[in-house]
């Protein structure tokens, strides 16, 4: 069974600090989705990563994919209040001939001004 | 195009009641997804479908039905609604053979009273 472990699950942070969420996961993929949720909404898509090695960015957040290690990072850069949601991983279960796509538990970021 | 349309968008139901959760996609995407997500906590994965006529369980089923006659609808059952299935429902649809994530419904939330 699949475990896909996020951390930290709260973060309250400064603007203009830099922070890293980690993704760990327990199978074999080499597909991994990070997803945007603000309160009352639903789930907003922000990266696709689609092989080892894999980084995307877009404006202050970037994020990377280890196969090998079966982690994936996003990291925030001088975060600005805007930056408040839920961000949630996605693993996609597709290399292991499963059709499944399986959530972390996500990571509510607070940023202070 | 409407993207992934989910109704309704509330329900309130009594104990034992039964109901249907809508879900419509008109981006002739293949796969369908049901989520649930309790408050705090990330998506737990109810049933799946990799096309018409084809349905799958997912990590949580038990409590739930599904079916897929088409390639736009796939309706989510309760038939004896139960307070652990109080919950915001989430539908998602994707393509395959083309790398995309999964594109979100906005969500019923559904109170069991």
């Known amino acids: 069974e699949l475990k896909v472990e996020q951390n930290p699950l709260f973060l309250s942070m400064q603007e203009g600090k830099n922070y890293t969420i980690y993704c760990n996961y327990s199978?074999?993929?080499?597909?991994l989705y990070w997803y945007r949720q603000d309160p009352g909404k639903s789930l907003e898509s922000l990266f696709v990563l689609l092989s080892n090695g894999a980084v995307k960015q877009e404006g202050r957040l970037m994020a990377s994919l280890d196969t090998k290690a079966r982690l994936s990072t996003l990291h925030i850069t001088a975060a600005v209040h805007d930056l408040s949601a839920t961000y949630f991983c996605?693993?996609?279960?597709?290399?292991?001939?499963?059709?499944?796509?399986?959530f972390g538990k996500g990571t509510r970021l607070h940023i202070l001004p | 195009n409407a993207g992934v349309t989910q109704t309704p968008k509330f329900r309130i139901l009594k104990i034992g009641q039964s109901m249907t959760l809508q879900c419509t996609q008109d981006?002739?995407?293949?796969?369908m997804y049901w989520y649930r997500q309790d408050p705090g906590m990330g998506l737990k994965l109810i049933y799946y479908?990799?096309?018409?006529?084809?349905?799958d369980k997912g990590e949580v089923p038990n409590g739930y039905n599904v079916s897929r006659s088409t390639t736009e609808d796939f309706p989510l059952r309760l038939e004896l609604a139960a307070p652990s299935q109080t919950s915001v429902y989430f539908c998602?649809?994707?393509?395959?053979?083309?790398?995309?994530?999964?594109?979100f419904g906005q969500g019923t939330r559904l109170t069991v009273v």
């Open positions: 981006m002739n995407h293949n796969y």
């Open positions: 199978t074999t993929s080499d597909r």
């Open positions: 479908s990799v096309g018409a006529g084809i349905t």
């Open positions: 998602a649809s994707r393509l395959t053979g083309v790398n995309t994530e999964a594109f």
């Open positions: 996605a693993v996609d279960m597709s290399m292991n001939r499963d059709d499944k796509i399986i």
